[in-house]
């Protein structure tokens, strides 16, 4: 078929670029496959370092443009466990992800590969290279036999796999957490997703996997911003390969060997490559509400009252953009939201240590007649991104309307933006917000392709939506009372149409469709065709720097929707538009496993109840139970929803106010997985295969998951069902709440039955010491000043280990840290530590699990503890023994 289609071509070729062969014609793997490839010359091996050249090995075979004739090769071994294979053109500049956006990793650069645990491997002709691991001779990547093609507006490198490889990654999507093997296509083009669809490319990118064997796991990272399809597939007798298809830029990818025994290993290695995450306010992980659709500022401050009435924990209450006037942003409307109101609200949650939180989106509404300071502001300071002239701004439609983006690689648009929330969100004289939340930042536009006219399309589809109810009275009651490197030559290139059409869901498909035309220009020269899916995280880094601006110091929170990679190390995330519906209730959990799990985006959570749709009592309940257990934990609503604040059903209230309770009692365990993570990249949520590597039964289980890396979730995700089918590796697992153990010996599922609307189950892994809260509370203000409880949940050999870290919970670089680390074997606990910063509170008790029998003595500090203040339960083989210990130093606990 690849024959019979060439020559179809050729004629055509001569011809020109517009007669290339479509994307349509070329789908046989093979035809691909019988490219020339390159032959490598001048290899030049030093140290730890390989260059070479790479000609063309025979007749170009031109699939979607021209083959380069010649590439430069460059393998640097970075560190013992990271391998950086680049390759480019060394004619011309091509585009590459800027280092102020992506800092390149810090490289130690080895001083010899022998001491690598990974090696690159090459054929010189026809080149192919693979890389292996040196302690089993495993080959992890190999393009054997498929070679790289390297054409203007297309790159293509293919890998082999093992049959049924298990590869996690490479998103942002909703599939599940173990990717498809077969027919199976992943697209990086950032869109806005409604409803988002499994299969499709989404709001973020992150051209990341790590792929995991029962000999060990390793992580591919490609460092490339264009679009792209990556494909997955197994086809007979050419087994199971993964293909990068790249409309741009460069083959930039870095190597990690991860380890043979422990999982979590390549996700600290990644971590070196994007960045750890960035810590979080402790406030941040209390529960939040939102909705779009509050209809005026007496809604809002409803909501914030009927929670309390409620008694269920609310920490912050968001606005959607109902807030705006004319959805423009940062502007009140006067009438549903006027500023004296709003700022009245927002200090009546800060009164009862409770925050507040808006969205800001980036698309500024083009309002061209001096009325809207920050379009004037802009438009002076010349920081909006250009049409492809160069000359006028960009326009597309979005809320407001007509629309102007901010363009991110202008060096005046940080001051600019810095300077909007300075006076919008001014604590003074405007809305002193306690975090942000950013939106529309693929940058989406509502403009269809082609967007010719975005005025005419904005009054077609009536932005902005007029207001559906009347304003509130004014004084009605509430409360009862960069840079960039070089300049690259796109002018021969088809930018709003490649050759290779990669698999966009948005509208149409072009590439422009539903966001900035990708020949829209920035500031340094760069146009989005290369930036676009930097977009929303530099918009997330410049809001980061407007946040601490606001408040030096501070820990910001700011919410995204759309990401890159290394976009962690700056915000976290939210799912994006999901719907009220089981399917997406399930889903939601391999999207979180991914940003946590190996993106290192641990600030993540889906909309609970769901954003679309109507939502349903038992779907609210059983979602407000999981979401406990989604680092960032926030209720969002559509505007034409139903309402669904957990108060508004008996059932739902329970089941919030039960899943809270658990939550705020781990609170200071999963505070401590993220200064763990900000530290050492070892991710906040676990696969259960993280813990249980070459447990097999583990490796395709994404509806069960570790929070931190020792609570197991083993959530109902099913309609009209009270039971749920568990899974439990090979090791001891003690119930939540009653702490008794269960130990499937070699692995297997326990089926939990009667798991009424108001329960979920939870299991704590042998092998940990917890440090929890004694009980939850209101706001995590009122939590910090419950005492501790520490629970020692053995493993099979008897021991447990455990850490809690405390800070003042909202400094960037704290004062002062409290870190302490938790021993127990054979029968003693050992706490020790250095207490910078003051708890507080007391270590009311230890609760020591799986004991065999009634102790003959307990000891603290090696002195015998009284009677009275122990007390053992055979049937749950729990001994417990009240201290009441000021948690201000070390101290040793053991029986006997
Ligand atoms: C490296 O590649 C060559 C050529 O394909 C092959 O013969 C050799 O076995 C490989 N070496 C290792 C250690 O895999
Ligand atoms: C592969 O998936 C595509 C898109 O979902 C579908 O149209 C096609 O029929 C599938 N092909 C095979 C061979 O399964
Ligand atoms: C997978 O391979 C089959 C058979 O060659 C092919 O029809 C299909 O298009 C391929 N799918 C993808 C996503 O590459
Ligand atoms: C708050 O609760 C009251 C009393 O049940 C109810 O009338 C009101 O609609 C609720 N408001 C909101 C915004 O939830
Ligand atoms: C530049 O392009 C924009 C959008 O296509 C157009 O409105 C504008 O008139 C052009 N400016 C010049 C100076 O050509
Ligand atoms: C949700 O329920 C409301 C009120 O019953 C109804 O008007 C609306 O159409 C429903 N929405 C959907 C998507 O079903
Ligand atoms: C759950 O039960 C309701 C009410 O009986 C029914 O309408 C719905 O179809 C059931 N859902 C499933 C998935 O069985
Ligand atoms: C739901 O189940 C939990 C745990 O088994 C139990 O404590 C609680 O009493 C049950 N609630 C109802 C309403 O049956
Ligand atoms: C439809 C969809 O899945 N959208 C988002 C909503 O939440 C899901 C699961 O709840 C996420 O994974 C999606 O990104």
Same mark, same amino acid.
């Given at each position: 078929?690849?024959?019979?289609?060439?020559?179809?071509?050729?004629?055509?070729?001569?011809?020109?670029?517009?007669?290339?062969?479509?994307?349509?014609?070329?789908?046989?793997?093979?035809?691909?496959?019988?490219?020339?490839?390159?032959?490598?010359?001048?290899?030049?091996?030093?140290?730890?370092?390989?260059?070479?050249?790479?000609?063309?090995?025979?007749?170009?075979?031109?699939?979607?443009?021209?083959?380069?004739?010649?590439?430069?090769?460059?393998?640097?071994?970075?560190?013992?466990?990271?391998?950086?294979?680049?390759?480019?053109?060394?004619?011309?500049?091509?585009?590459?992800?800027?280092?102020?956006?992506?800092?390149?990793?810090?490289?130690?650069?080895?001083?010899?590969?022998?001491?690598?645990?990974?090696?690159?491997?090459?054929?010189?002709?026809?080149?192919?290279?693979?890389?292996?691991?040196?302690?089993?001779?495993?080959?992890?990547?190999?393009?054997?036999?498929?070679?790289?093609?390297?054409?203007?507006?297309?790159?293509?490198?293919?890998?082999?796999?093992?049959?049924?490889?298990?590869?996690?990654?490479?998103?942002?999507?909703?599939?599940?957490?173990?990717?498809?093997?077969?027919?199976?296509?992943?697209?990086?083009?950032?869109?806005?997703?409604?409803?988002?669809?499994?299969?499709?490319?989404?709001?973020?990118?992150?051209?990341?996997?790590?792929?995991?064997?029962?000999?060990?796991?390793?992580?591919?990272?490609?460092?490339?911003?264009?679009?792209?399809?990556?494909?997955?597939?197994?086809?007979?007798?050419?087994?199971?390969?993964?293909?990068?298809?790249?409309?741009?830029?460069?083959?930039?990818?870095?190597?990690?060997?991860?380890?043979?025994?422990?999982?979590?290993?390549?996700?600290?290695?990644?971590?070196?490559?994007?960045?750890?995450?960035?810590?979080?306010?402790?406030?941040?992980?209390?529960?939040?509400?939102?909705?779009?659709?509050?209809?005026?500022?007496?809604?809002?401050?409803?909501?914030?009252?009927?929670?309390?009435?409620?008694?269920?924990?609310?920490?912050?209450?968001?606005?959607?953009?109902?807030?705006?006037?004319?959805?423009?942003?940062?502007?009140?409307?006067?009438?549903?939201?006027?500023?004296?109101?709003?700022?009245?609200?927002?200090?009546?949650?800060?009164?009862?240590?409770?925050?507040?939180?808006?969205?800001?989106?980036?698309?500024?509404?083009?309002?061209?007649?001096?009325?809207?300071?920050?379009?004037?502001?802009?438009?002076?300071?010349?920081?909006?991104?250009?049409?492809?002239?160069?000359?006028?701004?960009?326009?597309?439609?979005?809320?407001?309307?007509?629309?102007?983006?901010?363009?991110?690689?202008?060096?005046?648009? /940080?001051?600019?933006? @810095?300077?909007?929330?300075?006076?919008?969100?001014?604590?003074?004289?405007?809305?002193?917000?306690?975090?942000?939340?950013?939106?529309?930042?693929?940058?989406?536009?509502?403009? @269809?392709?082609?967007?010719?006219?975005?005025?005419? /399309?904005?009054?077609?589809?009536?932005?902005?939506?007029?207001?559906?109810?009347?304003?509130?009275?004014?004084?009605?009651?509430?409360?009862?009372?960069?840079?960039?490197?070089?300049?690259?030559?796109?002018?021969?290139?088809?930018?709003?149409?490649?050759?290779?059409?990669?698999?966009?869901?948005?509208?149409?498909?072009?590439?422009?469709?539903?966001?900035?035309?990708?020949?829209?220009?920035?500031?340094?020269?760069?146009?989005?065709?290369?930036?676009?899916?930097? !977009?929303?995280?530099?918009?997330?880094?410049?809001?980061?720097?407007?946040?601490?601006?606001?408040?030096?110091?501070?820990?910001?929170?700011?919410?995204?929707?759309?990401?890159?990679?290394?976009?962690?190390?700056?915000?976290?995330?939210?799912?994006?538009?999901?719907?009220?519906?089981?399917?997406?209730?399930? /889903?939601?959990?391999?999207?979180?496993?991914?940003?946590?799990?190996?993106?290192?985006?641990?600030?993540?959570?889906?909309?609970?109840?769901?954003?679309?749709?109507?939502?349903?009592?038992?779907?609210?309940?059983?979602?407000?139970?999981?979401?406990?257990?989604?680092?960032?934990?926030? @209720?969002?609503?559509?505007?034409?929803?139903?309402?669904?604040?957990?108060?508004?059903?008996?059932?739902?209230?329970?089941?919030?106010?039960?899943?809270?309770?658990?939550?705020?009692?781990?609170?200071?365990?999963?505070?401590?997985?993220?200064?763990?993570?900000?530290?050492?990249?070892?991710?906040?949520?676990?696969?259960?295969?993280?813990?249980?590597?070459?447990?097999?039964?583990?490796?395709?289980?994404?509806?069960?998951?570790?929070?931190?890396?020792?609570?197991?979730?083993?959530?109902?995700?099913?309609?009209?069902?009270?039971?749920?089918?568990? !899974?439990?590796?090979?090791?001891?697992?003690?119930?939540?709440?009653?702490?008794?153990?269960?130990?499937?010996?070699?692995?297997?599922?326990?089926?939990?039955?009667?798991? @009424?609307?108001?329960?979920?189950?939870?299991?704590?892994?042998?092998?940990?010491?917890?440090?929890?809260?004694?009980?939850?509370?209101?706001?995590?203000?009122?939590?910090?000043?419950?005492?501790?409880?520490?629970?020692?949940?053995?493993?099979?050999?008897?021991?447990?280990?455990?850490?809690?870290?405390?800070?003042?919970?909202?400094?960037?670089?704290?004062?002062?840290?409290?870190?302490?680390?938790?021993?127990?074997?054979?029968?003693?606990?050992?706490?020790?530590?250095?207490?910078?910063?003051?708890?507080?509170?007391?270590?009311?008790?230890?609760?020591?699990?799986?004991?065999?029998?009634?102790?003959?003595?307990?000891?603290?500090?090696?002195?015998?503890?009284?009677?009275?203040?122990?007390?053992?339960?055979?049937?749950?083989?729990?001994?417990?023994?009240?201290?009441?210990?000021?948690?201000?130093?070390?101290?040793?606990?053991?029986?006997?």
């Amino acid at each position: 078929m690849f024959l019979r289609t060439l020559r179809a071509a050729l004629p055509y070729v001569v011809l020109g670029h517009l007669a290339l062969l479509s994307s349509a014609t070329v789908t046989d793997p093979a035809a691909l496959d019988a490219c020339p490839g390159y032959k490598a010359k001048n290899v030049f091996t030093f140290g730890p370092k390989l260059t070479a050249d790479l000609v063309l090995a025979g007749k170009a075979c031109n699939v979607f443009g021209n083959d380069l004739e010649k590439l430069k090769l460059e393998v640097t071994y970075e560190n013992k466990e990271r391998i950086h294979v680049k390759i480019t053109n060394p004619a011309d500049a091509r585009y590459e992800v800027p280092e102020a956006v992506f800092p390149r990793p810090h490289a130690d650069i080895l001083a010899s590969p022998h001491s690598a645990a990974i090696r690159f491997n090459y054929t010189a002709s026809p080149f192919s290279f693979s890389i292996y691991r040196v302690s089993t001779h495993e080959v992890l990547f190999s393009t054997a036999s498929h070679p790289i093609i390297f054409e203007p507006q297309y790159l293509r490198v293919k890998t082999n796999l093992p049959a049924e490889a298990n590869i996690y990654g490479l998103g942002e999507h909703t599939d599940s957490f173990r990717l498809p093997t077969h027919n199976y296509t992943r697209t990086m083009w950032s869109r806005d997703a409604y409803g988002v669809p499994q299969g499709s490319n989404l709001y973020g990118n992150h051209p990341i996997y790590y792929e995991h064997r029962t000999t060990g796991t390793h992580g591919v990272f490609l460092l490339n911003s264009n679009g792209m399809d990556i494909k997955i597939n197994d086809t007979e007798g050419l087994g199971t390969t993964l293909e990068y298809n790249v409309i741009g830029g460069v083959l930039d990818f870095y190597f990690l060997a991860g380890s043979e025994s422990d999982p979590t290993e390549v996700a600290r290695q990644y971590a070196d490559v994007a960045g750890t995450p960035a810590e979080v306010p402790y406030w941040s992980f209390g529960f939040h509400q939102c909705r779009f659709g509050y209809q005026n500022f007496v809604d809002v401050a409803g909501v914030i009252a009927n929670y309390s009435a409620a008694g269920i924990p609310l920490e912050t209450m968001w606005t959607d953009i109902d807030y705006m006037y004319k959805r423009r942003v940062f502007t009140l409307d006067p009438d549903y939201f006027p500023l004296d109101r709003m700022r009245e609200i927002v200090d009546y949650l800060h009164k009862h240590n409770q925050h507040f939180i808006l969205m800001t989106d980036p698309a500024v509404a083009y309002v061209n007649d001096g009325t809207y300071g920050p379009f004037d502001r802009g438009i002076k300071d010349d920081i909006f991104l250009k049409a492809a002239n160069g000359s006028s701004p960009f326009l597309g439609a979005v809320w407001p309307g007509v629309t102007v983006f901010p363009d991110w690689f202008n060096k005046k648009t /940080q001051d600019y933006w @810095n300077n909007e929330f300075k006076l919008f969100y001014n604590p003074e004289t405007g809305l002193d917000i306690d975090g942000v939340w950013i939106d529309m930042n693929e940058p989406a536009s509502f403009c @269809n392709y082609p967007c010719t006219d975005p005025f005419a /399309q904005a009054e077609e589809q009536i932005l902005p939506p007029p207001r559906t109810t009347l304003p509130p009275a004014h004084d009605s009651p509430i409360f009862g009372g960069s840079a960039l490197q070089k300049r690259v030559d796109h002018s021969h290139d088809d930018v709003q149409n490649p050759p290779y059409a990669i698999a966009n869901s948005a509208g149409t498909g072009a590439l422009s469709d539903k966001t900035a035309y990708t020949d829209a220009v920035h500031a340094n020269g760069l146009i989005e065709y290369d930036t676009h899916n930097l !977009y929303g995280t530099m918009m997330s880094t410049a809001t980061r720097d407007a946040m601490v601006s606001r408040r030096p110091g501070e820990r910001p929170l700011i919410i995204t929707r759309s990401t890159f990679a290394g976009a962690g190390s700056r915000v976290g995330k939210w799912l994006g538009d999901n719907l009220s519906e089981w399917a997406q209730l399930r /889903q939601s959990l391999s999207g979180i496993l991914g940003m946590a799990g190996v993106y290192h985006i641990p600030m993540v959570g889906a909309d609970i109840c769901g954003f679309g749709a109507n939502t349903t009592e038992t779907l609210c309940a059983r979602w407000a139970m999981v979401g406990a257990f989604y680092p960032f934990m926030r @209720n969002h609503n559509g505007d034409t929803s139903i309402s669904q604040e957990f108060y508004r059903w008996p059932t739902v209230a329970q089941a919030a106010r039960n899943a809270l309770d658990i939550r705020y009692r781990l609170l200071d365990y999963i505070y401590t997985a993220f200064h763990t993570a900000h530290t050492s990249g070892t991710p906040v949520l676990h696969p259960l295969w993280y813990q249980f590597p070459k447990d097999a039964n583990t490796f395709a289980i994404d509806t069960q998951f570790l929070f931190g890396d020792s609570i197991l979730v083993s959530p109902v995700v099913e309609e009209n069902v009270t039971s749920v089918r568990a !899974y439990y590796p090979d090791a001891p697992f003690y119930d939540f709440h009653t702490l008794a153990k269960t130990h499937v010996e070699g692995g297997g599922f326990i089926e939990h039955t009667d798991v @009424n609307f108001t329960s979920i189950p939870v299991s704590i892994r042998g092998g940990v010491v917890l440090p929890l809260r004694e009980k939850g509370a209101l706001t995590t203000a009122e939590l910090r000043k419950t005492d501790f409880e520490l629970v020692v949940a053995p493993a099979v050999d008897g021991t447990a280990s455990g850490s809690l870290y405390l800070d003042d919970g909202i400094s960037i670089t704290p004062k002062t840290q409290t870190n302490v680390a938790f021993a127990y074997k054979k029968q003693k606990l050992t706490v020790k530590g250095t207490f910078g910063h003051a708890t507080g509170v007391d270590v009311a008790r230890v609760r020591f699990l799986d004991v065999a029998s009634a102790p003959k003595s307990v000891k603290f500090n090696g002195k015998t503890v009284a009677k009275n203040a122990i007390a053992f339960d055979a049937a749950s083989r729990v001994l417990d023994v009240a201290l009441k210990t000021p948690f201000n130093s070390g101290f040793t606990a053991e029986f006997s």
